[in-house]
């Protein structure tokens, strides 16, 4: 037997995982040190004119649309929770669908729909004779975004609420009816304050995804950080304007994450006993559960059907000049790109997530939030802070071909590989969401018993946990894919000369008014992000029920 | 002496004191010690330290005249030889009974490995259920597989964690029966822990009382389970 010396164990995971953080943490190391830069004219411009304007129009999208989802979404995960009604196992997991939708495709398909030639008006103005003043409909507008926004946001909500209030213990909401309250008092005086971090955890989600939005604010035409950054980036190529504009887009996001964590203090409701038993669902009659099933459809039409029967409709009218070799290129492309970020990021959620869960120490605590936060970083900040560094290592390899003497030319500039460590950075807290929850279900036992009977850690990894948190694997993968599937701002940002997604593709299209041609590559998509859910939200809940 | 642990100290990162005060222990080849104590007097954290899959604050271990851990050393689970039996078991849900027993085995040709199958196999009668998944067993007979994986190996000393805990009362007594006939055949030296006295009783040649991490007796069961204060915390 070799003994070892007690303090000197190198540990690869560390080390990994260290590295690993490094990476991530670079690009927006960069648009720190680049935020104190000194500014140059088109900045004091911006903040002079623009500024004022593109924070007010993000905090009013912010404020109404947080306040819509949080109405929407915890409503009717409270009625589908605690009561029956028709077809209430149908909307349980319908109501999570209209995720699949990316925003910018609803946007613009709502667009298509309320507009001068859309269905509505022109079917008022040929069958009824009733012609419509064009500003009660502008969809194009403030409120408009937040319409947007709420209907194809609201889930995040949803979701989490709902998982929240299934988990809940039943008697806390028994107590409060025995006590003599009524429903709408149960919901606002017990439910929603037990809820509450739930509920600001998805709220939060939700603002952090219209921050990152691109889409749905460029085709409305609303000004907000984003287009900003994208105006001084592509358009005035002022990069120190663009580095400005993504710093302060960081202090709001920090300020939100904050605030979260305020709000939140330290009311974690949750019970420490094993035994909760989940709320007995109340059969509704008559008119209430026909209101309840309404209310349900209502927001199931708004925020899916509709939008996607408009789109087959669509579909069906372009696909003879659409799906052609053209198409299957964008699919292909599509396809890779997702499945390239997608793996490395499993695999680098796996790294981390082992490291994290065996040495539970302060450090693997940092790492563990870092691989988190990613994710709250917008896409467009992420990309400048990627094209940056990128730029510069392709100088330095640029450089180095010329002084070997060999023909020089600028490999990384040019390649799928920026794109692809956007998407990681991005991304990466997703995967590693899914597999650290698989981690956990599984336990440290089965590790501990491999390595007692005389399996190296790294031997016990693939023989062992890896077959063990196959679903999580799995699972992160599709999550993460479907995710790149509908990544919009970055792609835009950092897709080579002459490559487009299905995402990018439909965007140009309904941006240059063909909004028919963008309708398959949209439907794949949602069709491809529609499967998963169905397959997360339906097939797995009922796995876990069984 | 075959197994010596030297003063062994353990504190959990988040606690104020010592869970392990002091623990001492000798054993000879092949005897069999059982560790009695409440839930939470520290007992499962020395099996823990002896399987290195926690590492002492001090104090000192050696097998068979190896060192395996002292203040400046410290050699890894998977290197030291010693063997663990879950109090869940553990076995590898996705791997068939044989695939687990062979789990340990190296350095070993395919023949050598299929002839130490067999014999566990035999060892703890369950030869016609090498090609089942433990979710096909039964609570006991899991337990006899992961008994035998750990014993597939050889390793140098076996620990046991609250074995019987999972186990019906009336099979509890069979198997336990069974367990001491399998462990004195094979001559391995073996650590229980438990807080049942009748397992003690029956499996041990030594019992070690520990409260709150320290040793409070040690001697043969007869001994140690008539005296006053195992009374007075049995009576509690």
Redesign the interface.
Known sequence: ??????NQ?INVWAILSFFLIIVILLPNLVIGVNFFAPANDNWEHIKEYLLLDIISNTVLILIFTGIATTLIGTSLAWIITVYKFPLRNFFKWGLILPLAIPPFIGAYTYHGIVNYTGIIQATLRNSFDIFIDQKYVNIMSIEGTIFIFTLFLYPYVYVMTKSFFENQSASLVENARLLGGNSWEVFFRVILPISRAAIIGSVTIVMLEIINDYGVVKYFGIQTFITAIFQTWFAMSDIEAAFKLAGTLMIVVIIILLLEKIIRGRKRFSYSTTKVRPIQAKQLKGKKAWFAFSYCFLIFGFAFLIPFLQLLQWAVMTYEKILNWDFLILVKNSFTVAAIAAILIVIIALIIANYTRIHQTFFSKIISRITILGYSIPGAIIAIGIITIFLALDDMMYAAFTFFGSDPAFILRTSLIMLVSAYIIRFLAVGYNNIEAGFEKVGN??T??????????LG?FF??DI??IKGAIIGGFILVFVDILKELPLTMLLQPFNFSTLATRAFRYANDEMISEAASASLLIIFISGICIFFFHKVLDKGEQG | MYVQIKNLQYQYKNSTEPTIKDFSLTMEKGEIVTILGESGSGKSTILRLLAGLETAKSGSISIDGNRIMDDKSFIPPDKRGVGMVFQDYALFPHMTVATNIKYGLRKMSRRQKHQRLEEMLELINMTEYKDRYPYELSGGQQQRVALARALAPAPSLLVFDEPFSNLDANLQVKIRDELRSILKRTGITSIFVTHDQADAKVLADRIVFIENGRIQRIGPPDEILGCASLLMWANS
């Open positions: 037997m070799k003994l070892q010396r007690r164990q036992t089965f501990e018993a491999s390595t007692t009977l005389g399996t190296s850690s016990t023989k062992v077959p063990l």
